[in-house]
């Protein structure tokens, strides 16, 4: 992202804010301007997205946008973070916009009460710098991982299942894709899935933390690797993963010089 | 010989059991073992292998960490201590 001076200089209330997190190394004032410029598009604020919008709310991205159908459900509560229990039967997406607002007003939030799918997810990813994928569905993480891959949009995917968390980033034309990864959505995946709020809160702040790297430019992201986690017998791991050459989505992508 | 096998996700839940050894011979090859456990484990059967029996593509696959393809798993050989990590997809969000 380009630093486009006025629009994305810090305030003294915003320099106070954030204050704590400038002390970051090789992060400082020019990375929280990179925030600032930034547009992060969050698929679903479930269990997994809705703390990575949270995170991300905090860190002081400039503008969250935030799709999620349907109203809220009184077994959504163990896990949406974002919601409250005065909210059941009213749409998620203004949920989190109200906590969010509530947490840090100087965010920009766009709430688009629909899920990604063929359809909207080129207009979507196009008005954003980087995605968060946290759909429940294969469909939708794919749909979203071929506009992202299409424009050359980077995709932070965040899933979890038990006491389980993979995350993985892509870079488009550098790394793998999900389409690499999942050539076929798995036809034994439901939709409804075990979870601890603990759980899919770890999977979404690690997210965020992809995220805000790749959009302030510092550290490393998870590019071409796939971090897999379990809190059942605690355990961090990477696995190195590999472009498929006959990718039908990144395989016409150019790749960089070896 | 004998592998280490490491099963995540779905596959945890219906084989029951993080990990387990497996008693191997060297001629045998990855897709061989990989049938063998759908057979081992007849719950895990669906997130390992298709109604065809073919390696289902979107399986993870690991050997030592490094990253296997399904459509390498005919051609690839195991050796003693191998750790063999499988990986069905997941999407809780």
């Known amino acids: 992202m380009e630093d486009t001076g006025q629009r994305s200089e810090l305030d003294a209330a915003e320099r106070n804010r954030y204050e704590w997190q400038l002390w970051v190394p090789d992060f400082g004032e020019a990375g929280q301007r990179r925030l600032k410029e930034a547009t992060v598009l969050v698929s679903r604020i479930g269990g997994v997205g809705g703390t990575a919008a949270l995170q991300l709310a905090a860190a002081g991205i400039g503008k969250l946008i935030l799709a999620h159908g349907g109203e809220l459900r009184l077994n959504d509560l163990n896990r949406q973070l974002l919601m409250t229990t005065d909210w059941i039967g009213k749409p998620r997406v203004e949920s989190a916009r109200r906590r969010l607002r509530e947490l840090n007003p100087h965010v920009e939030i766009e709430t688009i009460e629909a899920n990604i799918d063929e359809g909207n997810a080129a207009d979507l990813i196009g008005r954003a710098d980087l995605v968060v994928s946290a759909a429940p569905l294969f469909a939708e993480r794919l749909a979203m991982n071929r506009a992202a891959v299409q424009l050359g949009k980077p995709l932070v995917d965040c899933a979890m299942y038990d006491l389980e968390g993979r995350l993985t980033t892509v870079l488009p034309g550098r790394t793998p894709c999900l389409a690499c990864l999942y050539p076929e959505p798995p036809p034994h995946w439901k939709r409804e899935f075990p979870v601890f709020s603990a759980v899919s809160s770890t999977v979404g702040s690690l997210a965020a933390m992809e995220a805000i790297k790749v959009l302030a430019g510092f550290g490393e992201p998870l590019a071409s690797r796939l971090l897999v986690f379990d809190l059942r017998n605690p355990c961090f791991e990477t696995l190195p993963l590999r472009r498929r050459p006959d990718c039908p989505v990144c395989g016409p992508i150019s790749r960089p010089a070896p | ?93």
Do not use: F
Not at chain 2, 24 to 51: K, M, N, Q
């Open chain 2, 1 to 93: 010989m004998k592998l280490r096998v490491k099963y995540s996700g779905q596959l945890r839940t219906a084989t029951r059991c993080g990990e387990e050894d497996v008693g191997w011979s060297p001629d045998r090859t990855l897709a061989e073992l990989i049938a063998h456990l759908a057979e081992r484990h007849a719950a895990g059967r669906p997130h390992l292998l298709s109604d065809s029996g073919a390696i289902r593509p979107s399986l993870l696959i690991a050997i030592n960490d490094a990253a296997v393809m399904a459509n390498e798993a005919n051609a690839t050989r195991l050796r003693d201590g191998d750790v063999v990590w499988l990986l069905p997809p997941i999407a809780g969000g």
